[in-house]
């Protein structure tokens, strides 16, 4: 399985850590503005340099203004970066010079032992600020960087020697076939508890504050001589946190879980309803094309007629629309109910993640969908469709060839993947499909 290595950036406030940010993702997805804790939604993107592709993570956020309480989030920054990354980006400012703030964060990921790669903003001039830049040598982090964030300068030699503490298989993972599922969702909603009963014993300490679960914790299960890799999605070290940045954590926190996972198992609380957040959650892994099953927990604690779950359903469905796919299952961790029916489920959507269909039997399915709609045409111009293949796994891609791209609407694709699906099933699993244009005398 291909995972991509994280990288965070971690950082004092106004040192420019959403410029770098946005400099390397090629676009203005954070909201860069003068007041500070203004919580951005794009916490993540994906970022490619050379030929290594990686996921860069904003840890920036919630900027608070007395010294001490920068300090503090500063070392709640670099410790979720710490246990998520694989690479961090500890970025200075060559303006405000070196504060007492960098040096107590350079001890905290010093002593980590995870990479770290020393980087000093706002250098507009290296000749002019060269002994400037020399005076974060002292951090004892090795050598520095100099950027300019907002120039997008010297983000090359940066990106190097960021690129260069990725393992040398970076994307591909050891030889391990066993099913990896990452358990994700808002505090509280029982991950924990999930993975707890599953377990049978109490390996991950849960109690009813938000963020108390420590770091991310693979567990290993076994079911009928198989084996099962759980990825919990940690909270947070203290308990005292404002609402928001416990949410911003939380996607941190999912997206390197997600990342590392086959299959997401959405945990959604019964007696909640389905929320917005559980939809910024889901979207992450449907983002990240991974297998999908919706879990409703604590079913047990609700009142239900012979309606509940067809009106449960309904708003499941509608609040979480981008992802048709998904499997739906309602379970209590608590009593247990439906929990053995999970692991058939994870089974299912394991297998059809990892699907492939034989190009002939694919070709045949779309041209019979193409017999029974005829595709689009514009101006006395028709679609046509040449040929059908599947390109990868995890999730299954297919490469469909016509003779014009423009042709192509959003709607026909998603009628060839319901037809698609109606043959194989794929349930569960997002489909992703390219189009490449051919002409008629390639073929």
Do not use: C
């Not at 959405?266 to 879990?295: F, N, P, S």
């Amino acid at each position: 399985m291909r995972r991509k290595p994280v990288v965070a950036i971690v950082g004092r406030p106004n040192v420019g850590k959403s410029t770098l940010f946005n400099a390397l993702a090629g676009e203005r997805i954070s909201i860069v503005k003068d007041t500070p804790g203004i919580t951005r939604d794009r916490l993540y993107t994906d970022v490619e340099w050379l030929d290594k592709s990686f996921t860069l993570i904003d840890t920036g956020g919630i900027e608070p203004d007395s010294s001490d309480i920068i300090l503090s989030q500063m070392r709640e920054q670099a410790q979720i970066a710490i246990d998520t990354a694989d690479v961090i980006i500890f970025l200075t400012d060559v303006k405000q010079g070196l504060v007492d703030a960098d040096s107590k964060v350079a001890d905290m990921l010093r002593r980590s032992k995870k990479p770290v790669v020393l980087v000093v903003n706002k250098v507009d001039s290296f000749a002019k600020q060269q002994a400037d830049v020399y005076e974060f040598y002292n951090l004892g982090l090795d050598e520095p960087y100099p950027v300019s964030a907002a120039e997008k300068q010297g983000l090359g030699d940066m990106l190097d020697k960021v690129i260069s503490y990725f393992p040398e298989s970076a994307g591909e993972e050891e030889e391990d076939d066993r099913p990896r599922i990452a358990v994700i969702g808002k505090p509280n909603v029982g991950k924990s508890s999930i993975i707890n009963r599953l377990l049978g014993e109490n390996r991950l300490i849960v109690s009813d504050i938000a963020g108390t679960t420590r770091d991310a914790v693979d567990t290993v299960l076994k079911r009928n001589g198989k084996e099962y890799v759980f990825i919990d999605t940690a909270g947070l070290r203290r308990k005292n946190k404002i609402k928001e940045e416990l949410e911003k954590y939380m996607i941190v926190r999912t997206v390197s879980a997600v990342e590392r996972a086959d299959v997401a198992v959405l945990v959604i609380d019964a007696t909640e309803g389905v929320t917005e957040q559980d939809a910024k959650i889901a979207g992450i892994a449907h983002e990240r094309g991974k297998g999908m099953i919706i879990a409703v927990n604590k079913w047990d604690l609700l009142e239900k007629d012979n309606k509940t779950v067809n009106e449960f359903t309904k708003d499941i469905r509608d609040t979480l629309a981008f992802m048709p796919y998904a499997e739906l299952i309602f379970i209590s961790a608590k009593s247990g109910q439906r929990l053995p029916k999970l692991y058939d489920m994870i089974d299912a959507v394991t297998e059809n993640h990892a699907m492939r269909i034989q190009t002939g039997v694919l070709n045949e399915i779309v041209s019979e969908a193409t017999a029974l709609q005829q595709p689009p045409s514009d101006k006395g111009k028709r679609l046509k469709i040449f040929y059908t293949t599947q390109a990868s796994v995890k999730p299954p891609t297919f490469v469909i060839f016509v003779n014009d791209k423009e042709l192509m609407h959003f709607s026909y694709v998603r009628y060839l993947e319901n037809k698609i699906r109606e043959a194989f099933g794929f349930s569960g699993t997002p489909l992703r499909f390219i189009i490449r244009e051919r002409k008629e005398k390639d073929q």
